[in-house]
């Protein structure tokens, strides 16, 4: 029935033209991006601990924050200097970074310069370019950012600054002189900078209405958003990201990090659900992060946390963490480079938290930096931390247990901004300190791209690393998934996971290509699975072996093909492997890979016997 509905749909906005969504007052004409067919478009929920569309799929957010430019002054806060600039850096990100989601970063000092006023200018230009990224088939999740709670706590001599709260928000404080001593990565502050942990104090504490103001603020917002985009391109924004890494500032007496949660951090994050409410966004989630040290991986980091006292959270919150490997960057706790299953357990706790509080979960924050002293860990760390969102399994063990692989994190690397070492940033206003490599923001750089001389977006990383097979929407339940990407780590090819010598067949199929492989059961719609095809996957070239059909060079979509290839929604160029299936409950699997070169018929017939009798024995 839902299916029937949907395609009704479809006929219906073809003769009459018009739908609105509830919640977006203003909402104009449903009309489909590019390369949209019948079952792209609709609104994500979270049902059963996954993203839902509205065909019944589990969706699989990936992609990146847009971007850390937001953090500066340069653009007034925006992640872009135009919507023309928006427009290049979401079309690169579908063809060259393999995108579906991104992260998208608001400013409530822009948005808010004046206490109790709104910019509406400000909004309007955010939601232009949140636009462009909708119009490219990409979903967005927007994220109110701060990090050390605002610039203007700091001095224009300062080592650092901050990014979040605005002017007034900070005047209001008295806050003493900030310094962080003697501090070696800007994150020390959020601990030993006063003016920082009694600033976030204060917010937590609802002092002088702080946190009453940003509430307002962000209520405010998203009815504008909502208001200012047509119903198809409302569908596309998921959810709503609160709070960027929340923390204490400083625990009152007798508090805990587990119990600041539970007495404060949580009841934020109840109270900004009921913004979203009135605001007209009831049927999208709030994407709550917890502790910010809640997963660290240095013990003396780490705090209790979690959101462990909020009970079940369900679908209208989806739990949202950050991880990056702080052992690697520090260039002292990890002497070298990351391996194969590095991060299963770390991710494995983010599954197992997120399915305890029944729902969703979401690594909004990931990466590495691409220059420094530890840069050079890099390409194993993000392969490490991709293969961590793929599966629960190290690759030398996935391929003899693969039903213990687990659901397919979604997740959004950081970061995305072309204008990664062209910057001109005045820190902290001060312009004898112009910032212009990197990040351009206390010495960070994660971008994994740039423009080059010609204005062209270019990649900064391996595009075997960022451009991933992975499920976008499986029509059913997912089992298992892996994708071997063959990323580089200088002139040496990383393989964690080659096809076992026990599958010949298999392993003579893909050779010394990329794969992946999706285990799954059907559901009881009628849309397609599907799986992105990155730009080293040519649709002429790429090999499929499932027991829907194995084929060489898979055919354009229609209804009737149960292995096909179809552009991705948008118009950049970006394409998709759509795997049709006509039943409900039954095992299905899908290898696909670039490593063959135009396979005999039997080579096909003898991988596919391979993989019928694995799946067979393990699922």
Request: with cysteine; charged share 15%; hydrophobic share 40%.
């Amino acid at each position: 029935m839902p299916n029937i509905r949907t395609r009704l749909l479809v006929v219906l906005v073809v003769l009459f033209g018009s739908l609105t969504t509830a919640g977006a007052a203003s909402a104009s004409a449903v009309t489909p991006v590019p390369d949209s067919l019948w079952f792209d478009g609709s609104t994500l929920t979270v049902q059963n601990g996954r993203f839902v569309d509205g065909n019944g799929r589990e969706v699989v957010l990936r992609g990146y924050n847009v971007s850390g430019e937001t953090k500066l002054e340069e653009n007034s806060g925006l992640p872009f200097a135009s919507v023309a600039d928006a427009q290049k850096s979401a079309t690169a990100l579908r063809a060259l970074g393999g995108g579906n989601a991104v992260r998208f970063l608001l400013s409530w000092a822009h948005a808010e310069p004046t206490r109790g006023t709104v910019d509406t200018t400000y909004l309007a230009a955010a939601t232009d370019q949140m636009r462009a990224f909708l119009d490219a088939g990409i979903r967005v999740y927007p994220d109110f950012h701060q990090d050390l709670y605002s610039r203007y706590l700091f001095n224009s001599g300062s080592w650092y600054t901050g990014d979040g709260a605005p002017k007034w928000a900070v005047a209001l404080g008295n806050y003493p002189q900030e310094s962080c001593g003697i501090c070696l990565f800007w994150g020390q502050n959020i601990t030993q900078n006063q003016a920082v942990t009694k600033a976030q104090h204060d917010f937590w504490h609802n002092t002088y209405g702080l946190q009453d103001a940003f509430l307002d603020t962000a209520q405010k917002t998203m009815a504008y958003v909502g208001q200012h985009l047509s119903g198809a391109e409302f569908a596309g924004v998921v959810g709503f990201d609160p709070y960027n890494e929340p923390f204490a500032g400083s625990y009152d007496s007798g508090q805990t990090s587990r119990t600041w949660e539970e007495d404060l951090l949580w009841p934020f994050y109840q109270k900004f659900r009921a913004r979203m409410d009135a605001a007209g966004w009831q049927d999208k989630p709030a994407f709550v992060e917890p502790n910010l040290f809640w997963n660290a991986n240095i013990d003396s980091q780490k705090q209790e946390g979690g959101l462990l006292d909020a009970g079940t959270l369900g679908p209208r919150y989806v739990f949202n963490t950050h991880f990056y490997d702080q052992k690697a960057i520090s260039g002292v706790f990890m002497w070298g480079n990351a391996s194969d299953g590095q991060y299963a357990t770390d991710f494995g706790t983010v599954r197992d938290r997120a399915s305890a509080a029944g729902t969703a979960a979401v690594v909004s924050e990931f990466g590495h930096p691409l220059s420094g002293s530890v840069a050079g860990k890099a390409p194993t760390v993000d392969k490490a931390m991709y293969q961590a969102l793929d599966s629960r399994l190290p690759g030398s063990s996935w391929w003899n247990n693969p039903s213990a692989s687990g659901p397919v994190l979604s997740g959004n690397q950081w970061q995305w901004d072309i204008y990664s070492g062209r910057h001109h940033e005045q820190m902290n206003d001060n312009p004898n300190k112009v910032q212009t490599s990197g990040d351009a923001w206390n010495d960070e750089d994660l971008s994994a791209v740039r423009l080059d001389d010609s204005g062209a977006a270019t990649l900064r990383q391996d595009a075997r690393l960022l451009d991933r097979v992975y499920p976008s929407a499986t029509a059913g339940t997912t089992l298992a998934f892996t994708y071997e990407d063959r990323s580089r780590d200088g002139s040496t090819t990383l393989t964690w996971n080659p096809v076992p010598s026990s599958l010949p067949n298999v392993s003579q199929l893909v050779g010394s290509g990329q794969y992946g492989l999706l285990v799954w059961r059907s559901g009881s719609g009628s849309a397609p699975t599907e799986l992105h095809l990155p730009a080293s996957f040519p649709t002429a070239t790429t090999t499929v072996v499932s027991d829907l059909a194995a084929t060489y060079g898979p055919p354009a979509y229609t209804a009737s093909a149960p292995v096909a290839a179809a552009p991705e929604p948008g118009g950049t160029g970006s394409r998709r492997l759509l795997l049709t299936d006509t039943d409900s409950g039954i095992l299905h699997y899908a290898l696909v890979t670039n490593g063959a070169t135009s396979p005999s018929a039997s080579l096909l017939a003898a991988a596919k016997s391979e993989l019928a009798a694995w799946t067979a024995a393990h699922f």
